[in-house]
């Protein structure tokens, strides 16, 4: 069973900057670097969206609302996957949640909630105007 812990949300005004973190646990038999990982957002009243991923083999896939401004990737000796985003605007503003899945799924599947296993707390983050 693979336990996840996001870090890094918090109040930032548009603009700035936020670091959000996965770090995984429990991942036995294999290494987390093997999994597919991806950060899911919700914001206030509104279905969960997709933000970003990085597939098993290290493709990373972005939002259109995100692409450009927001890195991800990951840390396989620390076993941490970091989402970095940047020029926050108020529509960022949601609950990130971060995704974990050991299974190959066709990597059209990567954007889908149902493609992942494992889930987060998930973690707020808040850009003011």
């Known amino acids: 069973q693979v336990q996840l812990v996001e870090s890094g949300g918090g109040l930032v005004q548009a603009g700035g900057s936020l670091r959000l973190s996965c770090a995984a646990s429990?991942?036995?038999?294999?290494?987390?670097?093997?999994?597919?990982v991806g950060w899911f957002r919700q914001p206030p009243g509104k279905e969960r969206e997709f933000v970003a991923s990085?597939?098993?083999?290290?493709?990373?896939f972005y939002a259109d609302s995100v692409k450009g401004r927001s890195t991800i990737s990951r840390d396989a000796a620390k076993n941490t996957v970091a989402l970095q985003m940047n020029m926050l605007v108020p529509e960022d503003t949601a609950v990130y949640y971060c995704?974990?899945?050991?299974?190959?799924?066709?990597?059209?599947?990567?954007?889908?909630?149902?493609?992942?296993?494992?889930w987060g707390q998930g973690t707020q983050v808040t850009v003011s105007s």
């Open positions: 995704a974990a899945s050991g299974r190959v799924f066709n990597v059209g599947m990567t954007k889908r909630t149902a493609s992942y296993d494992y």
């Open positions: 429990g991942a036995s038999g294999r290494t987390f670097s093997t999994y597919s």
């Open positions: 990085i597939y098993w083999s290290g493709s990373t």
